[in-house]
Protein backbone atom coordinates (compact mmCIF):
# COMPACT_ATOMS: atom_id res chain seq x y z
CA UNK A 1 0.00 0.00 0.00
CA UNK A 2 1.48 3.35 -1.28
CA UNK A 3 1.32 6.75 1.19
CA UNK A 4 -0.58 9.34 0.07
CA UNK A 5 0.63 11.87 -2.00
CA UNK A 6 1.16 14.76 0.84
CA UNK A 7 2.49 12.74 3.75
CA UNK A 8 5.48 14.18 4.40
CA UNK A 9 5.84 13.97 8.68
CA UNK A 10 9.49 15.11 8.90
CA UNK A 11 9.09 17.81 5.81
CA UNK A 12 11.56 17.24 3.76
CA UNK A 13 9.86 17.11 0.48
CA UNK A 14 7.43 20.52 0.98
CA UNK A 15 9.59 23.65 2.10
CA UNK A 16 10.76 22.15 5.38
CA UNK A 17 7.21 22.28 7.06
CA UNK A 18 6.00 18.91 8.00
CA UNK A 19 3.28 18.29 5.54
CA UNK A 20 -0.25 15.88 5.53
CA UNK A 21 -2.46 15.12 3.41
CA UNK A 22 -6.55 16.15 3.76
CA UNK A 23 -8.44 15.18 6.88
CA UNK A 24 -4.82 13.18 8.36
CA UNK A 25 -3.12 15.41 10.23
CA UNK A 26 -2.52 14.65 14.00
CA UNK A 27 -4.54 15.43 16.85
CA UNK A 28 -3.81 18.17 18.45
CA UNK A 29 -2.75 20.58 15.22
CA UNK A 30 -5.68 23.08 14.00
CA UNK A 31 -6.11 25.49 10.99
CA UNK A 32 -7.00 29.12 12.39
CA UNK A 33 -10.36 28.61 11.10
CA UNK A 34 -10.30 25.78 13.84
CA UNK A 35 -8.69 27.78 16.24
CA UNK A 36 -11.02 30.50 15.93
CA UNK A 37 -14.14 28.16 16.35
CA UNK A 38 -12.78 27.13 19.46
CA UNK A 39 -12.60 30.77 20.99
CA UNK A 40 -8.77 30.68 20.58
CA UNK A 41 -5.58 32.54 17.87
CA UNK A 42 -1.93 31.32 17.64
CA UNK A 43 -0.84 33.94 19.84
CA UNK A 44 2.31 34.22 17.74
CA UNK A 45 3.41 30.56 17.48
CA UNK A 46 4.83 29.52 13.89
CA UNK A 47 3.13 27.35 11.77
CA UNK A 48 3.70 24.19 13.13
CA UNK A 49 2.57 21.74 9.75
CA UNK A 50 0.48 22.08 6.85
CA UNK A 51 -2.24 20.10 5.32
CA UNK A 52 -1.90 19.99 1.58
CA UNK A 53 -4.19 18.68 -1.05
CA UNK A 54 -5.55 19.45 -5.12
CA UNK A 55 -7.25 21.92 -6.00
CA UNK A 56 -10.00 21.28 -8.51
CA UNK A 57 -8.71 24.22 -10.71
CA UNK A 58 -5.50 22.54 -10.95
CA UNK A 59 -1.84 22.67 -8.79
CA UNK A 60 -2.30 22.09 -5.03
CA UNK A 61 -3.77 24.51 -1.95
CA UNK A 62 -2.05 24.03 2.05
CA UNK A 63 -3.59 25.07 5.06
CA UNK A 64 -1.03 25.97 8.00
CA UNK A 65 -1.60 24.17 11.64
CA UNK A 66 -0.77 25.91 14.58
CA UNK A 67 -0.69 23.59 18.02
CA UNK A 68 -3.61 23.91 20.20
CA UNK A 69 -1.66 23.65 23.40
CA UNK A 70 0.47 27.00 22.49
CA UNK A 71 -3.19 28.57 21.41
CA UNK A 72 -4.38 31.77 23.26
CA UNK A 73 -7.86 33.34 23.98
CA UNK A 74 -9.17 35.89 21.17
CA UNK A 75 -9.65 39.23 22.61
CA UNK A 76 -13.07 40.43 23.61
CA UNK A 77 -14.85 42.60 21.66
CA UNK A 78 -14.51 46.20 23.19
CA UNK A 79 -17.06 48.89 22.24
CA UNK A 80 -13.53 50.70 20.53
CA UNK A 81 -13.15 47.48 17.91
CA UNK A 82 -16.75 47.42 17.21
CA UNK A 83 -16.82 50.71 16.47
CA UNK A 84 -13.48 50.44 14.38
CA UNK A 85 -15.15 47.12 12.21
CA UNK A 86 -18.00 48.62 11.56
CA UNK A 87 -16.34 51.82 10.18
CA UNK A 88 -14.27 49.57 8.24
CA UNK A 89 -17.40 47.48 6.99
CA UNK A 90 -18.85 51.00 6.13
CA UNK A 91 -15.93 52.09 4.05
CA UNK A 92 -16.39 48.42 1.93
CA UNK A 93 -19.95 49.10 1.19
CA UNK A 94 -19.63 52.91 0.41
CA UNK A 95 -19.02 53.55 -3.76
CA UNK A 96 -16.00 55.85 -4.55
CA UNK A 97 -18.66 56.80 -7.13
CA UNK A 98 -21.48 57.82 -6.20
CA UNK A 99 -20.83 57.63 -2.53
CA UNK A 100 -23.93 55.73 -1.60
CA UNK A 101 -24.47 52.61 0.61
CA UNK A 102 -24.60 49.82 -1.42
CA UNK A 103 -25.99 47.77 1.44
CA UNK A 104 -23.56 45.09 0.45
CA UNK A 105 -19.62 44.98 0.11
CA UNK A 106 -18.72 45.95 -3.32
CA UNK A 107 -17.03 43.27 -6.04
CA UNK A 108 -12.97 44.38 -5.92
CA UNK A 109 -12.92 43.56 -9.21
CA UNK A 110 -14.93 46.76 -10.18
CA UNK A 111 -14.21 48.78 -7.58
CA UNK A 112 -17.83 50.54 -7.50
CA UNK A 113 -21.26 49.82 -6.90
CA UNK A 114 -23.29 47.37 -9.56
CA UNK A 115 -25.85 50.66 -10.86
CA UNK A 116 -22.43 52.64 -11.39
CA UNK A 117 -20.87 49.51 -13.30
CA UNK A 118 -23.92 49.11 -15.56
CA UNK A 119 -23.88 52.96 -16.48
CA UNK A 120 -20.56 52.90 -17.01
CA UNK A 121 -20.37 49.89 -19.22
CA UNK A 122 -23.36 51.44 -21.31
CA UNK A 123 -21.71 54.41 -21.90
CA UNK A 124 -18.87 52.76 -23.54
Known amino acids: MSRPRFWDP?????????TYPWRMAPAGLLTR???????????GQDVAAQVMWRSR???T?????????LAKPVGP???ARAAALAKANQARRTCP????DAGYVLPAHLG??????DS???AA
Open 10 to 18: EGRRFGGIP
Open 33 to 43: RQLRARGLRPG
Open 57 to 59: FGG
Open 61 to 69: RPAYLYRLA
Open 77 to 79: MTP
Open 97 to 100: ACGR
Open 112 to 117: TCLLCA
Open 120 to 122: TAL
